[in-house]
């Protein structure tokens, strides 16, 4: 039962070492895994202050990938961390009698630490902690000074930089919370203002259409012919209540857009990136302002994971029976690829009959054009 569950879980551990914009590259960390053999270097190995063994070597190595995957992982929890600094911290210094460069394990342990949500300043204090015993048994073991120097340096920095790393993710968390509250809000006041509008709309006409049916029931038995021109005032009164609803219904003006807009301007301010934006208030049917909400979705997340921009300019333009929405950038010119989301971009917009435009020039930028045809749309 153990055996399964535990297989269950490290499988789970190591799917969530795969970060979600830049795949399985981040395990090339592993390659600092090196360092345990700078001993071996001739100049280094004959120094007796410089043990190597490679027995206890190996074996460390087998037990530090099961802690590194656990506590590296996305999915990892506040214990399953700890555990993995506990550890690694313990083979570090278990292994300082076989290795004079054990101090790789609390470097790892130290970027570990900086990942951590406990406050700021316990991190600290723990990162000292554990630095001030290691260096004390390095000290103890005849360890040359420099040892302890490279220790603590390399492991503050990578302190500091899995701090600053794992600030930027928690930020890209709650931006991305921002955006769908952004959406949600945006889609409930488009609900609120169509019911004001359906409500200012039919009210008054149903109490017409009410009165002249009634009045008509009325009248058929003493004057057929006036009831026959009030019956006719209601079917009147009637088609021009539901063109009014359809004019009103098609009248729904870029709701999805403006939320999209919205959250495009969270992302690029979170990114310190300007905008120029220019969009021409007109009526959209439902289904094109999707697949133009869509394509400026796709097209802005692209620029803010790839573009490296310093300027995104967006219009929206209604030019010959056209809607054309314009997305350019002055960024690398990588900020639309393959893979992340272009397809559903295109089939949502040749799917009702428009056309995707892009052109991207190495180191100049890329510009997005979203043709879709509304001449005839009602």
Known sequence: ??????????????????????GWTHLWNLAYLGFLFVPVVPSLAESPHMPFAWGPTLLSLLLFLPLFALGFSRRASGISATVSVIGMIALGCGLLPWNAFSNTYIIYAASLIGHQRLPLAWRWLLLAAVLGIFCALLLSFNVPAFVAAITVMISIAAFVGNHYQAERERKRAELKLSHDEVRRIAAFAERERIGRDLHDLLGHTLSVIALKAELASRLVSRDSAAAQVEIEEVARISRETLDEVRRAVSGIRNAA???????????MEADGTPMDIDMQPFALPSETESALALALREAMTNVHRHAGASRVQISLTREDGNAVLRISDNGR??????????????????????????????????????????????
């Open 1 to 22: 039962m153990q055996t399964r569950e535990s297989n269950r879980i490290l499988p789970a551990a190591l799917r969530g070492l795969r970060h979600p914009e830049q």
């Open 333 to 378: 010119g990588e900020g639309i690829r393959a893979g992340n989301g272009l397809s559903g971009m295109q089939e949502r917009i040749q799917a009702i009959g428009g056309r995707l435009e892009i052109n991207a020039q190495r180191g100049h930028g890329t510009r997005l054009v979203a043709v879709v045809p509304i001449e005839n749309a009602t």
């Open 257 to 267: 857009l403006a939320a999209e807009l919205a959250s495009a301007r969270l992302l």
